[in-house]
């Protein structure tokens, strides 16, 4: 692209009148597309931690995907996706059904988010979901602030474990850190229950849990254990300076000495993906 630019720009000193008008334009056009892409980069892309779309559940007792059902056409996904926005600017938690598709948002942290942070990352997952999700009706998408959800199958209530993501990095960790993390994890999630969002700071680390606002206090705890277990298994989570991992319906997360592990998180999170591939247990390391 530079070696182009420098190009026509050095044919354009030679040429005469009209040939160099049309050069600075083409030269003009190339900087409005890399400005605009540029702008979408930044406003569009949010950081996704995973999208995944499914195929669509089988309506029971039969073989005919539920897909072909009025549930799943675009016009009702789109009603759906458009009363999530609606409603974020309000709540940070809702469940809707629309004509036999169920979906729910929520934004991450406790009561005290604000409601245009919410609205603007449900805002974002929406617009995601409708340009690059087109004909899905089993779609899950977590960006950095919340998780956008549905289904032609109810899902409210029900507890789901399944892996989406698990993140962890950051390796000088010494071993009274790695203590004190795992104690601050497990005191949250064994020691705190019954809140759908919890938080705890231990020196320099902090940690955060939090369900979908679906499940119950039981189902919560199940999720949020499971999420531990997970986070313990892993090598690197165990000793890392953060992790993350996310399942269907709860996430764990924990850092410690800030910013270079988070931000090293970022830059991995803002990878673009592919969505529409069925998966069920993603796991990732960055290092
Ligand atoms: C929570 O919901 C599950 C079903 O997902 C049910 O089996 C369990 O009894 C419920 N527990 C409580 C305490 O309501
Ligand atoms: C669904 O949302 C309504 C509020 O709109 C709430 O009262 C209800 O408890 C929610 N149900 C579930 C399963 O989250």
Partial sequence: MKNKISDSCRWSELAPDGHLEKTVGTY???????????VTNLSVDPLVYYHYCWEPKYSPG??????????????????????????????????FTVN??????QCSGGDDISSGDCLSCVDQAVRRLQSHSVGACNCALQLESCLVKYDNVMFFGLPDKTAMLTYCGGRSY????????????????????????RTGTSGEAQAVAQ??????????????????QRLKRMPICSTGTWGDVYLAKCYLGYSSRGAT?????????????????PRLDITRAAD
């Fill in 174 to 197: 010494n071993l009274d850190e790695s203590t004190l993390i795992n104690e601050l994890v497990s005191s949250l999630v064994v020691g705190s229950s019954g809140s759908s969002y």
């Fill in 62 to 95: 039969t073989r005919q995907p539920k897909y072909f059902s009025a549930s799943c056409s675009e016009s009702n996904v789109n009603s759906l996706l458009n009363l999530f926005v609606k409603s974020a600017a309000f709540y940070t938690y809702n469940n």
């Fill in 211 to 228: 369900c979908t606002k679906d499940l119950n206090e039981s189902d919560c705890q199940d999720c949020l254990t499971e999420a531990m």
């Fill in 261 to 277: 592990g988070q931000e090293m998180k970022k830059s991995v999170a803002a990878k673009p993906k592919q969505p529409v591939i």
């Fill in 100 to 105: 036999g598709l169920y979906g729910l948002y």
């Fill in 28 to 38: 003009l056009y190339l900087l409005v597309v890399a400005a605009v892409f540029l």
